[in-house]
């Protein structure tokens, strides 16, 4: 599996940012020519995780946020969306679909749309350092390019 | 995010349109419970047709309006969905609590 | 004149990366609210500064491109665009409209249009170390904001 | 950037849609120069209807097109030319060699 392209980019946590961040990895991924479905998966999953560095990693004030999209000749895409936030004590418990500490402006579901709109779904956190979320997608082949 | 609304026999309509993310979702809140105050509907409709993309800070948004709803003992539901709001509200088993009618046509 | 935000990206001198790279900074640049046309200068001017990267830069490898946006307060922004590559050797004659050392593949007009689509442009090189272009735009403001 | 053409009485008509960068220059050159050898055309006619973004590649892309309907004898015009092509255009004082005729629709 060789690596086809890999961008990065970085920015502060201002909400008016998670657009910009899904759009641009959108805009990298339509190099593997996913159809509009694939597409919407990855823009959702990577407004999750950008939206919890905003939310939750960086609480009360800016900190910087990275997101890499790294594409792979088998025709998938790795994202990593990285903060050197808060962290998250323990990991299962803030996977487990509905838990947040969010209060009711949260659904609690980030995480569990995450998994279910990527084949594969890594996270790692040390507290008061930040945390790591890996997500990976395969595009499937399609019969007729455009 | 531009948000709209209407309001006749009874039945409140909001009507969402562009992206519904966490950055817009404070301004849906408030756009949404200030008409609901306002009318005092028996009826609340989120109509999603112009709505091209959702993640689940959406899904706050429609739980937060449904108990609303319920204080001021009226009903919602949500329509004319696309298909990437759908797929996301569909991951969020929400049809449980709300009522879900999709748009069939494509995106 | 405060700053209102700032994004940075970064990304492999591939072709195929030159639509990333303007659409990303229009997204970036959206968020003052510009004219289609505004959005469509700052577009043209992101695409010259990094098709130069890739062309002239580096012509026979693989090199980094670095592009930040920054939005100031005064609804003006900023685009740094950045290679480490073969650098320019003269400024003022690479600036000169029609002047290309890129044969008939190139026209000679890409800095004469980031002059003119902008409202400055500074240009930075050092031979065999890079080139550091910066541009600047100011937004107008706008009677009746969507 | 996708690609078409049509022959008809002495003129190629080339279609261009999408956006004419760098990236896709090579492929556009090629595709133009193929389509004046086969037909050898007195008139070729850029339409520019459905580009939605160019760069400075696309000039050089038109004085190549440029010159190989002269090598040929033809004359060449660029046609339907939405807002920001034409901005490069004018920029780059193109209208010198070829003639443009801009659309006027919004865009
Ligand atoms: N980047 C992060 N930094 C710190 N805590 C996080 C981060 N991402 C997630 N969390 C924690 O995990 C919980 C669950 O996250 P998630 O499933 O996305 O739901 P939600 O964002 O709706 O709370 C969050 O409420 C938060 O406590
Ligand atoms: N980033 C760069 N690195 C090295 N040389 C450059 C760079 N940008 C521009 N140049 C030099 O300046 C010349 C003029 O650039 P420009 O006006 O953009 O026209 P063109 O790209 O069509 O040649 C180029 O032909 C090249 O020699």
Known sequence: ?146 | MTLGASYEGGILRVFLSGELDHHAAKKTVDFIEKKIDAHLPREMVLDMKDLSFMDSSGIAVILKSYRRMKEVGGVMQVENVNKQPLRVLLASNVERVVKIIAETKEA
């Open chain 1, 1 to 146: 599996m060789t690596e086809i392209n890999n961008v990065r980019i970085e920015f502060l946590s201002r909400s008016s940012n998670e657009s910009f961040a899904r759009t641009a990895v959108a805009c990298i991924a339509a190099q593997l020519d996913p159809t509009l479905e694939e597409l919407g998966d990855i823009k959702t999953a990577v407004s999750e995780a950008v939206t919890n560095c905003i939310v939750h990693a960086y609480p009360e004030s800016l900190g910087k946020i990275m997101v890499r999209a790294r594409l792979f000749d088998d025709n998938s895409i790795e994202v990593t969306v990285r903060d050197w936030g808060c962290g998250i004590p323990d990991i299962d418990k803030a996977r487990t679909p509905m838990y947040s500490t969010g209060g009711d402006d949260r659904s609690g579901m980030g995480f569990t749309i995450m998994e279910s709109f990527m084949d594969k779904l890594q996270v790692r956190s040390k507290e008061g350092r930040g945390t790591t979320v890996i997500m990976r997608r395969k595009i499937s082949p399609r019969v007729s390019k455009k």
